[in-house]
């Protein structure tokens, strides 16, 4: 063994990342098989023992040249081939995981369908896009990491990332002993550098890290979406959750370099440490940004705002404030647990828990800045540094009436914004909610009622209904549905109309029917048993007297016309004939009818005598 102790002897050194470590995790050490800081020293003292004097005894005719590779091995072997090492000759580099590449090697066999890995990253070297290659399971440009230079700092190396903030390093190697002097200081620099904002939907780059650990993963039978979640006391190690659980897991003790150490501030990782950078860019610098973004400021450029909501009323989303743009330290927090859920959105598509669709905790990218939304069972936090570039409407998503509110803080500067950013209007917002209740479908024993989902338009906390075309891109919420009409179905007797008396003249019957009914949750009525029945059954039968014993009406003569050029009215008289004056209503004559008369419209005119 050249006298080196695995690394887990040595408390300093049993981060489980070399090739000495105690226990070797597929997947998650990243390719890297160099030796640890302490694997070098227990050679290095093996070589400067006495135990090293059997390496002189040896035999020169049974030595072998060994020749070192100039070049990395996976210079040497491409991915294809690489494939052909681990899985057969018909094997090669399965195309579809271009994107993962270093993080495991996936692979194809001719005779099989699916791709498939042993979760051993590709060899360091391999090429993963255009002038990039592999090197301890990260893609990085070519000349992305800084050569050890004899004595003198080397040049610094390219960003750790390609957007938002990341780190640059250079390092210097301590001259060998033959050289005289003594070497002081670090071997290792960092300073912070700056890029583009990462565009819209690339995740948080703790985030990624522990989504590229779920695609490494993912050959197991349970596959696990995991988020970031940051360890207080280890800020610099990727513990990661799986998403819907809050079940952290320690995945490796160093994230990559340029990780955030936390929520906010320009303290990054490097090596697995937090460096306390300056907000002036420089390591160990004491600047600070005060509380209105100004590094080394006194704090008197911005204002805070800070205020309470409370809102009960109603089931769907209320906008309880809209977040100027240019805003910082935004905090919004719910003063205890409660079934509801905050929203937050802007003025484009980015948003969290919007669209009835509920996050899980994590950082998202929304008006310019990085959100951090915290959720512990009933209990919900959101923050940001900030500034933002747009305006930020602040909802609440509200089940069963139920909310004991939530407190907000942010600051805002004094002096007036950019034009392109103070002289924006807030434009609406259009999202589903539930604009009221639909009638139950049953009328007893238990029925259902669902809500009425609406396209609404929210826009200054005023909240009006509008056409559904406006919500067609959003996706729309399944109804509310509540109980009613619990009551049990009664039983009652029903009846028929008697039917016409069986004498037309004289005493006789009538009948109708009657029958105990059961009432249906639709309404329907069905026959039940007689003794089901509360009270006693209604007659079913009556005595009645005819009326036509004798004849009828009798009717007059029609007077003239009321009117004679036009229509008028001519009238009657109609009498009842029978003794006993029991004439049928529904048989009598009428009195007066409509006329017309034209008689009198035409008169004879003369004129003059002629001479």
């Not at 993962?100 to 896009?129: A, F, Q």
């Not at 026959?527 to 009798?554: F, I, Y």
């Not at 009428?590 to 003059?608: I, T």
Request: proline share 5%.
């Amino acid at each position: 063994s050249m006298g080196i102790n695995h690394d887990n002897d040595h408390p300093s050194c049993a981060d489980g990342l070399h090739i000495m470590s105690g226990e070797w995790i597929k997947g998650q050490n990243l390719g890297d098989v160099s030796w640890s800081r302490c694997s070098r020293e227990d050679l290095e003292r093996f070589l400067r023992s006495k135990a090293s004097n059997c390496l002189l005894q040896t035999n020169p005719q049974s030595l072998n040249s060994v020749i070192i590779p100039s070049k990395l091995p996976g210079m040497t072997y491409t991915a294809d081939e690489q494939c052909q090492i681990l899985f057969g000759p018909t094997a090669s580099f399965c195309q579809e995981m271009q994107h993962v590449i270093c993080t495991g090697l996936w692979c194809k066999v001719e005779s099989e369908k699916e791709c498939k890995t042993k979760l051993d990253p590709p060899m360091d070297g391999t090429d993963c896009d255009t002038g990039k290659w592999c090197k301890a399971g990260e893609c990085i440009n070519r000349t992305s990491f800084a050569e050890h230079v004899e004595g003198e700092w080397s040049t610094w190396s390219p960003c750790s990332r390609s957007c938002n903030t990341g780190i640059s390093s250079r390092q210097r190697k301590c001259p060998g002993s033959g050289l005289e002097g003594e070497c002081h200081g670090p071997t290792m620099q960092y300073r912070v550098c700056e890029n583009p904002s990462c565009p819209a939907g690339v995740p948080a780059f703790r985030d990624w890290q522990c989504q590229a650990f779920s695609a490494r993963s993912s050959y197991q039978k349970h596959v696990h979406q995991w988020h970031a979640v940051i360890d207080d006391e280890k800020p610099c190690a990727l513990f990661c959750s799986p998403a819907g659980k809050d079940q952290p897991v320690l995945l490796t003790e160093k994230v990559m370099d340029g990780t955030s150490c936390g929520q906010h501030g320009l303290d990054v990782c490097a090596d697995g440490r937090c460096q306390k950078f300056g907000c002036d860019g420089i390591l160990g610098s004491l600047a600070r940004e005060d509380h209105c973004g100004v590094c080394n400021g006194n704090g008197k450029s911005c204002k805070v705002i800070k205020g309470d909501f409370n809102h009960t009323r109603g089931a769907g989303y209320v906008e309880a404030l809209v977040i100027p743009a240019g805003a910082r330290r935004i905090k919004v927090v719910e003063e205890k647990p409660a079934r509801s859920y905050l929203a937050l959105r802007d003025a484009g598509k980015q948003s969290i828990n919007s669209d009835w669709k509920i996050e899980h905790s994590g950082t998202f990218n929304i008006a310019g800045t990085t959100v951090h939304y915290v959720r512990r069972g009933l209990w919900e936090k959101i923050s940001a540094k900030g500034p933002t570039t747009s305006p930020l409407h602040l909802l609440v998503l509200l089940f069963h009436d139920q909310s004991y509110g939530l407190h907000y803080e942010y600051t805002i500067p004094l002096d007036p914004l950019p034009e392109n950013q103070s002289s924006k209007v807030p434009e609406p917002l259009f999202m589903w909610t539930h604009s009221g209740w639909e009638d139950c479908d049953a009328v007893c024993g238990g029925g259902e009622r669902k809500t009425t989902v609406s396209c609404t338009k929210i826009m200054n906390k005023n909240i009006s209904l509008v056409d559904n075309k406006k919500c067609k891109y959003l996706t729309k919420p399944e109804p509310q549905i509540r109980k009613c009409n619990e009551q049990p179905c009664q039983t009652r007797w029903m009846m028929t109309e008697w039917t016409p008396c069986s004498r037309t003249c004289g005493k006789g019957t009538q009948n109708r029917q009657v029958a105990c009914t059961q009432q249906l949750r639709n309404g329907t009525l069905i026959r039940a048993r007689e003794r089901d029945c509360l009270g006693p059954k209604p007659a079913s039968a009556q005595r009645c007297e005819g009326q036509d014993c004798m004849t009828v009406w009798e009717a007059g003569v029609w007077s003239e016309c009321s009117v004679k050029c036009g229509k008028g009215v001519r009238h009657r008289t109609v009498r009842c004939t029978n003794p006993r004056k029991k004439c049928v209503l529904s048989t009598r004559p009428k009195e007066a009818e409509d006329c017309e008369d034209y008689s009198k419209c035409y008169v004879w005119r003369m004129g003059d005598w002629s001479k």
